[in-house]
């Protein structure tokens, strides 16, 4: 009940184009999803989160889409660049009493020109 | 603020040595986090601490593992004897308890053991 499960394992995009991860999870206690961007050789770091108050959290090129009814969360990378070539985790969380993040199992994501 | 500090950045070493690896949290972080990344598994968490108290060790693979926080600002994690099944990357991560639980991690530790 504690798994989150992403989809693909890698994504190839073109540059320009969108890029879409997919997350889905058990537990109906997690109240925190937020998403982390790995470069190689460099620590997890966060990107963008949402709380399940809200359907959509759009920053800047990257948008997280929620569904509550189906517990499941995805990442969106409108006009990919290479630059956002990383690898991307999701993650959930119950924010008060235990902060503990439950990762997903990474997309390692390629931009080509 | 510097960010997470780890030490080493890279180690190799011998089976059946010892290692030891170093965290430095953001000051004023009241969670640190061990991390274990390796390409078959991802990111597992080992074990984490709430105030210097360890608070879930579940993740920690075996005896070999050991971890502590003697101080605020000190963490260590700690294996004995080493195996070539330990080599991975090893990520602390430290966290202020709040509103979010947004992690900040360090560089990374880059464990080979021979």
């Known amino acids: 009940q504690q798994q989150v499960k992403q989809s693909p394992q890698s994504l190839i995009v073109q540059k320009g184009g969108i890029s879409i991860i997919n997350c889905a999870y058990e537990?109906?206690?997690?109240?925190?999803f937020p998403w982390y961007q790995q470069f190689p050789g460099k620590g997890p770091a966060l990107l963008i989160a949402?709380?399940?108050?809200?359907s959509e959290k759009k920053e800047g090129r990257f948008t997280i889409s929620f569904n509550k009814s189906a517990k499941q969360f995805s990442l969106h990378i409108m006009d990919s660049q290479p630059g956002d070539s990383a690898t991307y985790f999701c993650?959930?969380?119950?924010?008060?009493?235990?902060?503990?993040?439950?990762f997903g199992t990474g997309t390692r994501l390629t931009i080509i020109p | 603020d510097a960010g997470v500090i780890q030490s080493p950045r890279h180690e190799v070493t011998e089976m059946g040595q010892e290692v030891t690896l170093r965290c430095k949290p953001i000051?004023?972080?009241?969670?640190l986090f061990w991390y274990r990344q390796t390409m078959m598994r991802g990111l597992e968490l080992l074990i984490y601490?709430?105030?210097?108290?360890?608070?879930?060790d579940s993740g920690m693979p075996e005896d070999r593992f050991s971890a502590k926080m003697p101080n605020a600002s000190f963490s260590t994690l700690k294996i004995q004897p080493s195996e070539p099944r330990d080599s991975a990357v090893y990520f602390c991560?430290?966290?202020?308890?709040?509103?979010?639980?947004?992690?900040?991690f360090g560089p990374g530790t880059r464990l080979t053991v021979l």
């Open positions: 991560a430290s966290s202020l308890s709040g509103r979010t639980n947004e992690q900040f």
């Open positions: 537990n109906t206690a997690f109240d925190y």
């Open positions: 949402i709380r399940p108050d809200v």
């Open positions: 993650a959930a969380s119950i924010v008060f009493g235990n902060e503990k993040l439950t």
């Open positions: 000051s004023g972080h009241d969670y």
């Open positions: 601490f709430n105030n210097n108290v360890p608070i879930d």
